[in-house]
């Protein structure tokens, strides 16, 4: 019987596993072309990637061709070889250690476009410089910074193989929740903790790393391409006394209802948005309304800067405020808002800065800046923050993650303006880097000295 | 050649000779199914002491109050109850007759040969991961819910009372007809089981008196698989109850009660609440404590869910078809 079973079944197996030869090369092709595509596009995303290659191939004997190569790429900000020759004597010099170290200290020196040269890259070049450690790397929090972190972490691992990053981008309180229970490296958020704020390891350190415009997106075809909003009718909007669009442009059919989005999870983007809509117009936005997750009187949530943009997108008549780079990802219609000196302004690198720069005091204890003065600011603007600890429990990542803050308040800042963040002001450049210059080990001991 | 099979004597033998390993297979197997026990109570146990602070802060309100304010740390469970329960009715209605009767189809009319490609094709519904079918919903279907469905549902008589106001997009009804599409399989898997199993004899009787094939499966087959049609709408109840990320891309997480009531207006569900909040609550606030005493209010639905539907099923059982 069971015999007689057993050929009758292969048999009837044979042509099915022919099949599944075919379904399988399929399966394979795809896997192909996804790699492909997958490894193309980072490669044409961001330019300024050639050292890098230069970088990876000559490992040992490639000491000429470094400086070489840094020769002809000084000029690019983000060069991994952007070595001068004083400090190419070193490299060669120490070839055992590790080079990623020697090329950090000199992209600190050599590429602050914005930094008024604290001579923080010979502080960052303490004695501990020559082995800068390898070293994973992880964070949490903003999605604010989601898309100026993804390249930034990108370019740095390219210029410093050693050091690699994992972001998590959950929203800037699940950032200050990771990085109070050290569960991360480093937390990310639009709004800084009080500067008495302790976590599990200790006192908190707050470098401000980004400068960033919210802008108003929206969704109504009647409103054209480039509406103007006054900081009371979005107060109004989302207090939901204006429900129609025809009352901000008479273009609109009356009737044309207006769909406010906001951010479901709790949100540094929300915490400026509020300020902001209470600064301008306090009656139709109590300070009640003012938070990170305040109880939005209407309209519908999106998870994320990303879930925001989608609903605008997706939806009917919509408006939600988000991050510049994710307005502009989107291709959706942003609007030009009024400011305080009664001009319309549309959110870009200069009328963000502009805004920035009537608030020289910046702090993580006075980190607002919405509505500011002048006739160019863009008056819904907010920095973000990278929370990391005081005392760093491991002195080898204490190291790298200095170095790479440093990094990004710096030469890191190129990336920013490329997507629609706005480089960091001179003034905010040396803040972080003397916050930086704050961290230590488990000991107690400056890691920079 | 080896031997492949062993006869039943042999068989008979071999356990004789192996009583002690046998009871050992036992005991392995009651510390498997203790486990599961063990792990339910653990998971009752830990969300109940979590929730005991919000409990204790807002009492036997917090079911219904419909506050959820974190800058004020005012909350309630009622919104999200109602959205939850709103959305598991949607889905109910659009997929139980949808179910039932693709289920009848497959089994009373539908030539075989189509009918085996056919299950195989909804049971792959089910294999969708939940994701998929959200984003589906969002990129797909709430254009198509826009500019068609939803206007045509405000010229719809009676059904026009439900469907009032704007919509903008994600709301109650999309979150709701997605999530039918997504409990359609396990209706049509289980009822389609129930109704197969019943006996030929009986439709044939049927068939003899001269009833019509229509008269065939409602008089007939769908009354004798009542129990069965039962336990699958259980389940599929179940699976609607607690699906979450799907509901989260669709159901335009607003945590209020939209005015006027409409199916139109977004709001958000309890498994929506938590997913979006839980990484934002630092552990031993308030926000978390209420978080898991929303975990635990679906739990309990969920479980009343399941517990009343075998109740049905076993009184139904009982007094045989009804």
């Known amino acids: 019987m069971f015999k007689r079973v057993t050929p009758e079944v292969r048999s009837g197996e044979s042509p099915r596993s022919g099949k599944r030869w075919i379904i399988g090369t399929m399966v394979l092709a795809g896997g192909l072309v996804a790699a492909a595509c997958g490894s193309s596009s980072p490669a044409t995303s961001s330019a300024a990637k050639k050292p890098a290659t230069h970088h990876k191939s000559g490992s040992a004997a490639a000491a000429t061709t470094t400086t070489t190569a840094a020769a002809t790429a000084t000029t690019t900000t983000t060069a991994a070889a952007g070595?001068?020759?004083?400090?190419?004597?070193?490299?060669?010099?120490?070839?055992?250690?590790?080079?990623?170290?020697?090329?950090?200290?000199?992209?600190?020196?050599?590429?602050?476009?914005?930094?008024?040269?604290?001579?923080?890259?010979?502080?960052?070049?303490?004695?501990?410089?020559?082995?800068?450690?390898?070293?994973?790397?992880?964070?949490?929090?903003?999605?604010?910074?989601?898309?100026?972190?993804?390249?930034?972490?990108?370019?740095?691992?390219?210029?410093?193989?050693?050091?690699?990053?994992?972001?998590?981008?959950?929203?800037?309180?699940?950032?200050?929740?990771?990085?109070?229970?050290?569960?991360?490296?480093?937390?990310?958020?639009?709004?800084?903790?009080?500067?008495?704020?302790?976590?599990?390891?200790?006192?908190?350190?707050?470098?401000?790393?980004?400068?960033?415009?919210?802008?108003?997106?929206?969704?109504?075809?009647?409103?054209?391409?480039?509406?103007?909003?006054?900081?009371?009718?979005?107060?109004?909007?989302?207090?939901?006394?204006?429900?129609?669009?025809?009352?901000?442009?008479?273009?609109?059919?009356?009737?044309?209802?207006?769909?406010?989005?906001?951010?479901?999870?709790?949100?540094?983007?929300?915490?400026?948005?509020?300020n902001y809509l209470h600064s301008v117009d306090g009656a139709d936005w109590g300070s009640s309304l003012v938070g990170k997750q305040p109880a939005f009187p209407k309209g519908e949530g999106g998870n994320g800067n990303a879930g925001v943009a989608g609903d605008v997108q997706g939806g009917a008549g919509t408006i939600g405020y988000v991050e510049l780079a994710y307005a502009l990802q989107s291709g959706l219609n942003y609007a030009a808002v009024q400011n305080s000196s009664g001009s319309f302004v549309v959110p870009n690198a200069s009328s963000v800065a502009a805004d920035a720069a009537s608030f020289p005091g910046v702090t993580a204890d006075n980190y607002l800046i919405v509505n500011g003065s002048g006739a160019n600011a863009y008056p819904i603007s907010t920095y973000s923050w990278v929370l990391v600890y005081q005392k760093q429990s491991n002195q080898n990542n204490g190291i790298a993650l200095g170095k790479m803050l440093d990094w990004m308040a710096t030469a890191g800042q190129s990336d920013a303006s490329a997507i629609g963040y706005v480089p960091l002001p001179s003034n905010i450049v040396a803040l972080a880097e003397a916050t930086i210059k704050k961290m230590t080990n488990s000991a107690g001991q400056a890691l920079f000295s | 050649m080896t031997q492949q099979l062993d006869s039943p004597r042999q068989l008979l033998a071999q356990r004789r000779s192996s009583r002690s390993s046998g009871r050992g297979y036992a005991l392995l197997l009651w510390t498997a199914a203790a486990i599961f026990v063990l792990v339910l109570?653990?998971?009752?146990?830990?969300?109940?002491?979590?929730?005991?602070?919000?409990?204790?802060?807002?009492?036997?309100?917090?079911?219904?109050?419909?506050?959820?304010?974190?800058?004020?740390?005012?909350?309630?469970?009622?919104?999200?109850?109602?959205?939850?329960?709103?959305?598991?009715?949607?889905?109910?209605?659009?997929?139980?007759?949808?179910?039932?009767?693709?289920?009848?189809?497959?089994?009373?009319?539908?030539?075989?040969?189509?009918?085996?490609?056919?299950?195989?094709?909804?049971?792959?519904?089910?294999?969708?991961?939940?994701?998929?079918?959200?984003?589906?919903?969002?990129?797909?279907?709430?254009?198509?819910?826009?500019?068609?469905?939803?206007?045509?549902?405000?010229?719809?008589?009676?059904?026009?009372?439900?469907?009032?106001?704007?919509?903008?997009?994600?709301?109650?009804?999309?979150a709701g007809f997605v999530l039918s599409i997504m409990i359609v399989p396990t209706m049509v898997a289980l009822s389609r089981t129930a109704l197969a199993g019943v006996g030929t004899a009986d439709r044939e009787a049927a068939i003899a008196l001269g009833a019509t094939p229509w008269q065939v499966v409602r008089k007939v087959v769908v009354p004798g698989a009542n129990s069965g049609i039962l336990a699958a709408t259980t389940l599929a109840l179940g699976r609607a109850v607690g699906e979450t990320i799907a509901i989260t891309l669709l159901i335009g997480n607003s945590n209020l009660i939209g005015h006027p009531l409409s199916l139109l207006n977004p709001g958000a569900t309890l498994g929506s609440v938590i997913v979006l909040n839980f990484g934002e609550s630092t552990p031993g606030t308030l926000l978390r404590s209420v978080l898991l005493a929303l975990a635990l209010i679906l739990l309990v639905i969920t479980l009343m869910v399941n517990i009343g539907g075998r109740m049905i099923v076993r009184k139904s059982r009982q007094f045989g078809a009804l």
């Not at chain 1, 250690?97 to 600190?108: F, G, Q, R, W």
């Not at chain 2, 704007?166 to 709301?171: E, Y």
């Open chain 2, 41 to 174: 109570a653990a998971i009752i146990e830990g969300i109940l002491s979590q929730s005991t602070q919000a409990f204790g802060h807002f009492g036997i309100g917090f079911l219904w109050h419909t506050a959820f304010n974190t800058v004020t740390n005012q909350y309630g469970a009622g919104q999200f109850i109602i959205g939850t329960l709103v959305v598991t009715a949607i889905a109910m209605v659009i997929a139980v007759p949808i179910g039932l009767a693709t289920a009848s189809f497959l089994t009373e009319m539908c030539p075989r040969r189509i009918a085996t490609p056919l299950g195989v094709a909804i049971d792959l519904i089910a294999a969708v991961p939940s994701i998929v079918v959200g984003l589906w919903g969002l990129y797909v279907m709430q254009p198509v819910f826009l500019r068609d469905v939803e206007p045509f549902m405000k010229k719809i008589p009676v059904v026009s009372f439900f469907f009032k106001g704007f919509a903008a997009g994600p709301s109650y009804f999309l």
């Open chain 1, 83 to 274: 070595a001068t020759p004083t400090t190419a004597a070193p490299a060669a010099t120490g070839s055992a250690a590790p080079k990623a170290s020697s090329t950090t200290k000199t992209t600190v020196k050599a590429a602050a476009p914005a930094a008024p040269s604290t001579g923080l890259g010979s502080a960052l070049g303490g004695s501990n410089d020559f082995n800068t450690p390898a070293a994973t790397l992880t964070g949490a929090g903003s999605t604010f910074d989601q898309p100026l972190f993804a390249r930034q972490f990108f370019d740095y691992h390219n210029d410093n193989k050693g050091v690699s990053v994992n972001y998590a981008s959950v929203g800037s309180g699940a950032g200050e929740a990771d990085i109070l229970a050290s569960s991360v490296a480093f937390g990310a958020s639009d709004v800084p903790e009080p500067g008495s704020t302790t976590g599990t390891g200790g006192a908190l350190l707050q470098v401000p790393v980004v400068l960033g415009g919210i802008a108003m997106a929206y969704n109504e075809p009647c409103m054209g391409t480039n509406a103007h909003l006054t900081g009371t009718q979005i107060a109004q909007i989302y207090s939901g006394k204006i429900t129609d669009w025809h009352a901000i442009d008479a273009n609109c059919p009356s009737g044309s209802n207006i769909e406010p989005v906001y951010r479901a999870d709790s949100s540094g983007t929300s915490n400026a948005f509020t």
